[in-house]
């Protein structure tokens, strides 16, 4: 009875939304009819099927669809017009248009969670915040970062050396575990060690938050002032103080130590580049908290570093748990992998350098292929605010954009049979004749990520390791594997692997 009250008060709004935007409505449809795409399901909800698909079925339809219809396509879920992009030239536009710098609607669900951070904001304010974090990321913090990583990938070695001999081993579980130790310690300066303590409150506050928000995302009735009083939301209002509590804490703790450090480090630390010392992130945060030029609220400083914590370990996290499984079921790349770790380390068990990290082309090349079969974010969103020419095509003002990263990353055109996994793809060679918005794991134009460093510093780093200490095979085969949409690429089932150990190093 409550489930048919509350759908027919979203029968209600939508009737209420389609009356008073009908004008608007009116001449999106005109103008984006002239787009190829799917039949309507109604003349009443549009698309309606696509409203209530699930984050399983989301990567084969959409892949589908753009065999169908090509690199761009229309649909109409419940009436709200949305346009989707997968062709190298349509990608250019969507990353350096000026019409297309607001994040979509369906970042929404994210503002109670990451408030106004970089990931969510737009306009002036994300001026702001990019131009005052931007320095955080500078090659000499991100180098002074690496012993920090080193020490992970120890530890990592020593928890896979405890596994009981020829178990399977869930990648992308474990590699939460170690991307969220990573990021707590290298930019929060805090440890919540996570890595032996799996079950801690606040990883299950962000899964579970993680799962809600992407089903308030694909379901529109969710998202309303009720919301809160509902079990979901008073669930997610939990999580919430769970993940704020962390947060709070590591604001906190680097409010206590950062004022004695920095004097203490002030004369024997500099940059190499410009004589004065880097401040890492969180740090530069607190430098412009106190500072009347750029100022930041505690509220910013908060969303700021629940954004970085949010986004800095589950992507990372996707990323070396599909590297994993694509070394393990393909056995000849893992050697060449390890070759050339054995190259650099000559067969000795010291920890690896920037220098070392530089010298990982063929790993990196590993990575980047990795990423453009499965990328940590398959989708982006943009909100068009003028209307904006995509070849022979117009995406009228009001309309809403998604770059399908996953289906770019797969046009034949770009990479030929592109369902195979080929890390020459990322030669100097192939990649100086690629169109350069054919291949965007990262985002590109203006709103890049600016965690993108940092996070193939991180990847080398702990895959190396676990590259020059095991052997990873294969249990999860390559067609078990079943990808859904959620915030970040995942697979819908578990991928486990076996690590045996190498004769040829001790651990460290």
């Known amino acids: 009875m409550l489930l048919l009250l509350w759908f027919s008060v979203f029968i209600l709004y939508v009737v209420y939304l389609l009356v008073k935007k009908f004008p608007i409505i009116r001449r999106q449809y005109r103008i984006m009819e002239k787009i190829p795409g799917p039949p309507l399901d109604s003349y009443f909800l549009g698309h309606s099927s696509e409203v ?52 979509s609607f369906l970042y929404d669900v994210f503002h109670d969670w990451l408030g106004q951070g970089l990931l969510t904001s737009s306009g002036h304010l994300w001026q702001q915040r990019r131009k005052l974090i931007t320095p955080a990321f500078h090659f000499s913090v991100l180098n002074g970062l690496c012993d920090t990583l080193v020490e992970k990938g120890i530890k990592t070695v020593e928890l896979l050396r405890s596994q009981p001999k020829d178990s399977p081993v869930d990648v992308y579980e474990f590699m939460y575990l170690v991307a969220l130790d990573s990021i707590c310690e290298a930019a929060m300066g805090i440890k919540i060690n996570a890595m032996t303590d799996p079950k801690l409150d606040y990883i299950r506050a962000l899964t579970d938050n993680t799962k809600i928000s992407i089903e308030r995302t694909f379901k529109p009735w969710l998202n309303h002032r ?48 410009k004589g004065k010392k880097k401040l890492a992130f969180l740090d530069l945060l607190l430098e412009a908290h106190d500072s009347t030029t750029a100022f930041i609220t505690d509220e910013g400083l908060q969303d700021e570093v629940n954004t970085f914590m949010f986004a800095g370990h589950e992507t990372t996290a996707s990323s070396m748990s599909f590297t994993l499984h694509i070394l393990s079921i393909h056995p000849e790349i893992q050697e060449k992998c390890f070759r050339e770790l054995d190259d650099i380390f000559q067969g000795s068990d010291r920890k690896p350098t920037v220098d070392d990290l530089r010298d990982m082309k063929y790993l990196e090349q590993v990575i980047k292929e990795s990423l453009r079969l499965f990328p940590s974010a398959p989708q982006i969103g943009r909100r068009v605010s003028a209307d ?67 996070a193939m510093m991180e990847e080398k780093v702990i895959l190396s390791y676990i590259i020059r200490h095991f052997i990873i095979e294969a249990v999860t085969q390559k067609d078990d594997v079943k990808v859904l949409f959620s915030a970040i690429l995942r697979s819908k089932d578990s991928i486990n692997v076996i690590f045996k150990q190498r004769n040829v190093l001790n651990a460290q």
């Not at 004097?263 to 940059?271: A, G, I, L, Q, V």
Request: charged content about 25%.
């Open 226 to 273: 009720f919301f809160y009083i509902t079990p979901m939301g008073r669930r997610l209002a939990r999580n919430l103080e769970t993940i704020f509590q962390l947060s709070k804490m590591a604001i906190s703790h680097s409010k206590m130590t950062r004022k004695p450090k920095r004097k203490e480090n002030e004369d024997t630390e500099f940059d190499e580049i």
């Open 388 to 454: 904006t020419q995509f070849g022979k095509y117009i995406a009228p003002a009001g309309s809403n954009l998604t770059l399908s990263i996953y289906a770019l990353h797969r046009d034949p055109e770009q990479f030929p049979d592109p369902e195979k996994f080929d890390p020459e793809r990322f030669s100097r060679e192939n990649v100086s004749i690629r169109h350069p918005f054919a291949y965007v794991p990262f985002a590109a134009g203006a709103r890049n990520c600016l965690g993108q460093k940092f």
């Open 52 to 103: 209530f698909r699930t984050v399983e079925t989301r990567p084969a339809s959409n892949l589908q669809l753009h065999k169908e219809y090509g690199g761009i396509y229309r649909q109409w879920p419940g009436w709200v017009p949305f346009i989707l992009l997968a062709k190298a030239e349509y990608a250019e536009v969507f990353f350096t248009s000026k019409n297309l710098e607001t994040k």
